[in-house]
C-alpha cells in the first residue's frame, strides 16, 4: 500500500537552533501514528512544516507517492491535510456553522448561504454521531467535547485524506475522551489517516497502530504499539534509548 503522507529527510533551522535533522515519517491509510517526545523534540515543529506553518530547509514530502511542494497551510489544505491545534482555533463568539465554513463560506450571490450551511453542518456532525442540540450556540457555551466535535467536523466536511491532532484529550473528562476516541475510530473505518500528538502513553497506546518518538529535533524510533511497552516507549522518551527488539 502507498503511504498517505511520506516525509523523507526533513531539515529545519531557526537561527542557531537545529530545530528537526533528517527526520523521516510516513502514514497510511486508515493508520494513527502516534508522535511523541518531550516539550522541544520537535513533534510540533515537524508537523507545522507538513501543516504549511513552516517551510523545511530541506527534505521531501509525498502525498499518496507524490512529491508535493507545500509553502503555506492552504497548500496543505489542498492536498487534503487538515489540523486540529490544541487551542482548536475556533471563533468563541461564533456558532458551529460559522466555525466550520470559517473561511470556507458558502454564498448565494453576494450573501452567505446560512440555510445550506447548516444543513450540511448537521449532516456532517450526524455522520460523526454526536449530538450538539442546537449548532447555532456561540462554541464557549459548549463542553470540550463538543468543540473538539465541531473542529474535527470541519476537517471532515472539506474531505480531509489526513488529520493532524494536537493533544485531542487535553482538559477533557472521562466520557468526553471516550468519544474522541470513538469519533477516531470512525474516521479510520473511512480510511482517514491520523497523526496524534499527544503527552498521554494510555491514549496512544488506545488509538494508535504506530508510535514514532523524537528527542532532540530527530527520530528515536518507530515501531507498532503491539511491539514495545509504555516503559519501551518512555525509555525512548526520556534517554533516547532504543529497546532491544527494535535495534
Known sequence: MTPLIEMNNISLRFGGNQALSDVSIDLYPGEVVGLLGHNGAGKSTLIKVLAGA?????GQIKVEGKEVQINNPQDSQRQGIETIFQTLALADNLDAVANIFLGREKRKGFQLDEDTMEVEARKVLDRLRVKIPSLRVPVSNMSGGQRQTVAIGRAVYFKARVLIMDEPTAALGPEETQKVSELIQALKAEGVGI???????????DLADRVTVMKNGRVVGSARTDQVSQDDVLGMIIGGVVPPQLR
Open 54 to 58: 513552516y517551510k523545511a530547509d530541506s
Open 195 to 205: 497523526f496524534l500528538i499527544s503527552h498521554d502513553l494510555h491514549d496512544v497506546f
